[in-house]
């Protein structure tokens, strides 16, 4: 018998979760980000659910090479760009769309020697400050890169710090058309965030990424249950064993959890090198036996313990759901104080994968 941790990831929530987006944005083409090897679900395994996007969005050079390898034709966005003049030779032979952030960028396209032009998203930096021209600079570096021949089709790209909080997008947008100003082209903004919830951002090609997983861009699962968005990956195991505490008797390393009464506690073949946080706190919810619970003490490296007081039926070989289907992500990553994003992507590869496609 397999140690009995698994994920399971729906292709049919991929492919919905992609019409509703298509939904919210019935004019923009849509780029599905895939970087960080598909958020943790696996480019591989999932990008065939999603071929009916207009294009793939990530940032690694073998994550591009592997959706090319696989058979994807279609185009391929280097969200930061190529990170040596070397690389275009490698954006050429795949046929790769690229990010221009910096004037290094621009100068190593003028020097390149490339079969046919390659597609540029001019970077502007909006107020995030990691990548991106500022939007005075923006016109300057639109025009040199129209003069070269290696440039074909040029859109003008940012990216939203806040599209998820109540401060919104107007300032970055101000930016944006500042910079854009004597531009006339394709423009590409909006985020995840931004697709739900600016639609004053969607333009000509939006870029969700974490709702394509049915994880919700703000870390509140409440703002995405009503959209239909569905998750992805479903993280499961059992119970391997079950101990009967009394009263003083304390769980896992540390000792950090002590029984205050008579208590049922569950273990679980789940542990932090499967992906799931060492830091999640005593009270962290999981799904038993269909009922939620929570985690009671430490996480350790291959196991966590749960409270069965909820769950009395509950006993050696119990179904249990970490994330997924029962119990959102972003609950989980609520009581973590991080995002579904971070959760989802650290799956660790030890931890089985299946398909299905319901
Ligand atoms: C990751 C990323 C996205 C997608 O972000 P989500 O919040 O997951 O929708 C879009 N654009 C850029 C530049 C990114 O790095």
């Given at each position: 018998m397999p140690r009995p941790i698994s994920a399971t990831l729906s292709l049919s929530a991929l492919t919905q979760n992609l019409n509703i987006i298509r939904g919210f944005a019935p004019e923009s083409k849509v780029w599905t980000v895939v970087k960080a090897n598909g958020y943790g679900h696996g480019i591989s395994r999932i990008w065939r659910s999603l071929s009916s996007t207009d294009g793939f969005a990530l940032l690694d050079f073998k994550e591009a090479i592997l959706l090319r390898e696989s058979g994807w034709q279609g185009p391929v966005l280097l969200?930061?760009?190529?990170?040596?003049?070397?690389?275009l030779v490698t954006v050429d032979q795949y046929r790769l769309t690229t990010a221009v952030h910096s004037d290094w960028q621009i100068k190593a396209l003028a020097q390149a020697q490339l079969s046919q032009p390659v597609d540029v998203y001019l970077k502007?930096?909006?107020?995030?400050?990691?990548l991106g021209f500022s939007p005075e600079h923006a016109g300057t570096a639109w025009q040199q890169l129209r003069e070269?021949?290696?440039?074909g089709e040029l859109t003008l790209m940012s990216h939203f710090a806040?599209?998820?909080?109540?401060?919104?997008v107007d300032a970055q947008m101000a930016a944006v058309n500042l910079a854009g100003q004597d531009i006339s082209g394709p423009r590409c903004l909006a985020n995840s965030a931004a697709t739900l919830?600016?639609?004053?951002?969607?333009?000509?090609w939006i870029r969700p990424g974490i709702i394509i997983y049915g994880a919700s861009p703000s870390g509140e699962w409440k703002d995405i249950a009503h959209t239909g968005l569905q998750p992805v990956m479903t993280l499961k195991s059992e119970l391997i064993a079950v101990q009967e505490l009394k009263a003083g008797d304390r769980v896992g390393y540390g000792g950090r959890y002590q029984a205050s009464g008579p208590q049922r506690v569950g273990v679980v073949a789940c542990g932090y090198a499967d992906?799931?946080?060492?830091?999640?706190?005593?009270?962290t919810p999981v799904w038993v036996d269909g009922i939620v619970t929570t985690t009671v003490g430490t996480v350790s490296m291959d196991m966590l313990t749960v409270d069965l007081t909820p769950c009395p039926h509950a006993a050696i070989g119990s179904p249990v759901e970490l994330w997924g289907n029962h119990l959102p992500v972003d609950d989980v990553a609520t009581a973590c104080g991080t995002l579904g994003y971070e959760l989802l992507s650290a799956l660790s590869p030890r931890v089985p994968v299946s398909v299905t496609d319901h």
């Open positions: 969200l930061e760009g190529f990170f040596t003049a070397e690389d502007v930096n909006s107020g995030m400050n990691r070269l021949k290696q440039v806040t599209a998820d909080s109540v401060e919104g919830w600016h639609p004053q951002t969607h333009h000509d992906g799931y946080p060492r830091h999640a706190p005593t009270g």
